[in-house]
């Protein structure tokens, strides 16, 4: 009797959860079509109905300013679509890249600016195309530790916006960040450089140094590499070669720290800042020693 009862009661307890469960399965399938209600109420911002381009291009202005990238680029796609030979579809066209910049999905910019420069060379916003272009690029460089292609492709786009506008705003702009990447690009050299250093790798490490004063003469990393081509060179033994890089050093950044420390390891001496720059030999010697020691 028992054994009875006690089925009974299981059976009773499993239909009650089997209520339970359609029950709750019945709420969120509720709740899943007044979302879907509420979705579907929504007025879509592209009908396929045929609109004024004018009509159309102000309504994705509008949405690019709300906020609304998305959807400002699929009415832009559709001033395009529907009239892709009025001044209206140009404009878009540049907008929706321009979007697509704003909400740094670059690769998608990349591809829609390169269609505009060569649907529209002689366009008047064309300066503008292609300085956008090297600003997809240049808000994509990554930190001195990884690959710099980006970079180098930054600084390709920038050269490309000097030579067409070398004295407009975009041009003026451009030559601003093409020393920033000329910057990063020695800076990941020094990275490169100090680990050989460190690891006791001091040709690899003079290689990298010396490339950073060829080629990147114009940064703010050539003073450390001056100092760190004397430190490897007085690590293996090279005492002329270590003079003649603190003699650069000296000659061109008499304060900087840089030629104080490397005035100590050549000296053995620590002068005041002051008492370092008056000792310099003011002749004009630094292009030849440039040339001869690198």
């Not at 690590?235 to 000296?250: F, N, P, Q, R, T």
Request: charged share 25%; with cysteine; hydrophobic share 35%.
């Amino acid at each position: 009797m028992t054994g009875t009862t006690s089925s009974s009661l299981d059976r009773q307890r499993a239909k009650r959860a089997r209520r339970g469960v359609s029950g709750r399965v019945l709420a969120a399938l509720v709740v899943c079509v007044l979302v879907l209600g509420a979705c579907s109420g929504r007025t879509p911002v592209v009908t396929g109905k045929e609109e004024p381009a004018e009509r159309l291009y102000n309504r994705g202005m509008s949405l690019l300013t709300r906020g609304e990238g998305i959807d400002a680029t699929k009415v832009f796609a559709e001033v395009e679509r529907q009239h892709p030979y009025s001044i209206w579809a140009t404009k878009a066209m540049l907008m929706a890249s321009y979007t697509y910049y704003a909400t740094n999905r670059y690769p998608e910019a990349i591809v829609g600016l390169d269609r505009y420069i060569r649907l529209h060379p002689g366009s008047r916003d064309i300066e503008y195309a292609h300085y956008l272009k090297a600003l997809c690029y240049y808000e994509q460089i990554a930190d001195v530790q990884r690959d710099q292609g980006i970079t180098r492709k930054a600084m390709e786009e920038l050269q490309a916006v000097m030579k067409r506008d070398p004295n407009g705003k975009y041009g003026r702009d451009a030559k601003l960040k093409y020393d920033l990447t000329q910057d990063q690009l020695a800076g990941q050299e020094m990275s490169v450089g100090r680990w050989y250093q460190k690891s006791g790798m001091f040709i690899a490490a003079i290689n990298r140094f010396k490339e950073v004063i060829k080629t990147y003469q114009t940064t703010s990393h050539v003073p450390e590499a001056l100092h760190r081509l004397t430190e490897s060179y007085l690590a293996l033994g090279i005492k002329d070669e270590a003079k003649k890089a603190a003699s650069v050093l000296g000659h061109n950044f008499p304060g900087s720290e840089w030629y104080l420390d490397s005035y100590v390891l050549m000296t053995g001496i620590k002068p005041k800042r002051e008492e370092v720059a008056s000792s310099i030999p003011r002749k004009s010697w630094f292009g030849r020693a440039w040339d001869s020691v690198f």
